[in-house]
Structures are given as structure tokens and as C-alpha cells.
């Protein structure tokens, strides 16, 4: 099945614990991204990434790290998580930019 | 950057009736989708429609680019349908920045 697969789906932790968020997608897709959704605010991105090796910032970059070592995986990175990145967070891939995207299923991240 | 506005923002319906659902959006663009939050929170992607109009079962979608706007028609509305959608909007030389409208709540009731 084509899919976007996210984890964890939820997570709870501490202020500075560094933490990943994993992206792996298996159709082969181009384009990678990371976006946000808080109330009131709605979805955001955070980062996105053309191909392998290439990424850049979205809207919301600061506090997040990405790579993209390997095509099907974009994993996302909180290197001193804080209150303010409590969110729930999702995965998206496409074929390019002219295409429909997918999502994965979202993460639940709370930092206390 | 784009502006893109949903409305209603919030809609009550009946089991099988009809809605339109609808955004504006405030710039030229080449990728337009419309996205179902389901009350689980996972986002289903309904249409890729920067232009034309597509159907896929009860649901249909018309994006209108000269106009700026894309209507998303719900037809025989079921209690599964309930959720948040979302219209997604690329501006034509944004590069891969997908701009989210405010969503339009959506509770179909038995």
C-alpha cells in the first residue's frame, strides 16, 4: 500500500531532550515536506526537501533540523524541543511540485 | 504571501444533503488541493485541482484560476463525511510552500 508512514503518533517529553521524528515513504516520490498545525494558526510548514540532499526552510524553520539522506526518508529533528513546539506535526510526499501530496498519519508531540 | 479564504467557516448538515464548500484565494497559482481532516485528525487528500473540474464519487471539485476560486461540492452528505476541509494553495513562483486556508468544520448529523 502507498503510504506515508510517521513515528511515533504520539509522543511526551522534557524540555532539551533531543528527539526524531520519523518520514518514510514507499512511492518513490521527490518531494518531502514537515508541516505544523496549531489552533488558531492552522498547518505551516517547516521544511522541505526536492530530492536528496537538497532541502530548505519553510515558513516555521527555527528550533527544527531535516535531512535527506535517502530518498524515502525525511526525518525531522528537535535538537532542544521547547513548550512552544507542542503540535501535532505531519509528513507529506508528492511526485513533484504539479502533483497531489500525501500525508502521513501526523504525530502528537507534547514538550513539557 | 497568498491569502487563501474557506468558507463557511463551519457547517451543519443533515444526512444526505448537499453543500459547497469555498475558496478564495488571492494570486495566481499552480497547485490548488483540497485535503478531509477526519476526526482523527489524519489528512486525506480529495483533489489535486489547480484547474478544471474533477468528480470522485459523491464528491466534486471545480477550481475556477482565472477567478481565483475552487468550489468543493458534497453530495448525499454521510455522518463519515464530518471533518475539517482544507484548501491548499501553491503561489506560481513560491517554489514548494503549500499556503493552508482556515478550513471549513463540517459535522453531518444522522
Known amino acids: 500500500e502507498a503510504q506515508v508512514t510517521q513515528n511515533p503518533r504520539y509522543l511526551i517529553t522534557v524540555t532539551g531532550k533531543k528527539l526524531t521524528v520519523t518520514c518514510s515513504q514507499n512511492m518513490n516520490h521527490e518531494y518531502m515536506s514537515w508541516y505544523r498545525q496549531d489552533p488558531g494558526l492552522g498547518l505551516r510548514q517547516i521544511y522541505y526537501?526536492?530530492?536528496?540532499?537538497?532541502?530548505d526552510k519553510g515558513d516555521v524553520p527555527e528550533g527544527y533540523k531535516v535531512s535527506r539522506k535517502e530518498k524515502r526518508n525525511f526525518p525531522l529533528i528537535l535538537e532542544s524541543p521547547s513548550p512552544n513546539q507542542t503540535s501535532l506535526y505531519f509528513c507529506?510526499?508528492?511526485?513533484?511540485?504539479?502533483?497531489?501530496?500525501?500525508f502521513g498519519s501526523g504525530t502528537r508531540l507534547t514538550v513539557v | 504571501g497568498i491569502q487563501v479564504e474557506q468558507s463557511p467557516p463551519d457547517l451543519i448538515l443533515q444526512e444526505g444533503a448537499n453543500s459547497t464548500l469555498r475558496c478564495n484565494f488571492s494570486?495566481?497559482?499552480?497547485?490548488l488541493q483540497w485535503f478531509h481532516q477526519n476526526p482523527w485528525g489524519q489528512l486525506i487528500n480529495l483533489f489535486y485541482?489547480?484547474?478544471g473540474t474533477k468528480q470522485n464519487g459523491r464528491l466534486s471539485a471545480t477550481t475556477v484560476a482565472t477567478e481565483r476560486y475552487s468550489l468543493l461540492y458534497i453530495s448525499s452528505s454521510q455522518t463519515t463525511d464530518s471533518g475539517v476541509y482544507f484548501c491548499?494553495?501553491?503561489?506560481?513562483?513560491?517554489?514548494?510552500?503549500?499556503?493552508f486556508g482556515k478550513g471549513t468544520s463540517l459535522l453531518v448529523t444522522p
Open positions: 494570486d495566481s497559482v499552480n497547485n
Open positions: 491548499a494553495v501553491e503561489a506560481e513562483g513560491s517554489g514548494y510552500a503549500l499556503n
Open positions: 526537501s526536492m530530492n536528496v540532499e537538497v532541502t
Open positions: 507529506a510526499s508528492s511526485p513533484g511540485q504539479y502533483y497531489g501530496y500525501t
Open positions: 485541482i489547480p484547474s
